[in-house]
């Protein structure tokens, strides 16, 4: 007597599974936007942090993030804006966000497509 699956164990498997993967695939994609968007509000703090300690350093803030004492990876991002204001932000085409700080300390984020920055809970 041989031992084997049938095709109706097998469709039936082959169903559950996908109902499985069905159910997680928008629960990680959810999870890997929102990952991405909270790379870019920790860069725009870094990013604000540079700023400030170059005021107090030279009494101004500079027009380019260049000259900040900051480690960010720029490959992540598509621009990385210092303006001599105070003002600061982040612009990524993977994420399709622009997340930008305020001289005061205030977040703001744009979402170019999608909901992120709706669900997104900014630092005050």
């Not at 990680?28 to 400030?52: C, D, K, N, Y």
């Amino acid at each position: 007597m041989k031992k084997a699956f049938t095709l109706i164990e097998i469709i039936i498997v082959t169903v559950i599974l996908g109902i499985l993967a069905a159910a997680a695939i928008p629960k990680f994609s959810v999870a890997l936007e929102r990952s991405i968007v909270s790379e870019g509000v920790t860069a725009v703090a870094t990013l604000h942090g540079g700023m400030e300690r170059y005021r107090l350093q030279n009494s101004f803030y500079p027009s380019d993030c260049a000259l900040l004492d900051v480690s960010i990876d720029p490959k992540n991002f598509d621009n990385l804006t210092c303006a001599n204001t105070g003002d600061v932000s982040v612009t990524r085409s993977t994420g399709k966000y622009s997340i930008a700080q305020t001289q005061a300390g205030v977040f703001s984020c744009t979402n170019l497509v999608g909901s992120t920055c709706a669900s997104l809970k900014l630092p005050n």
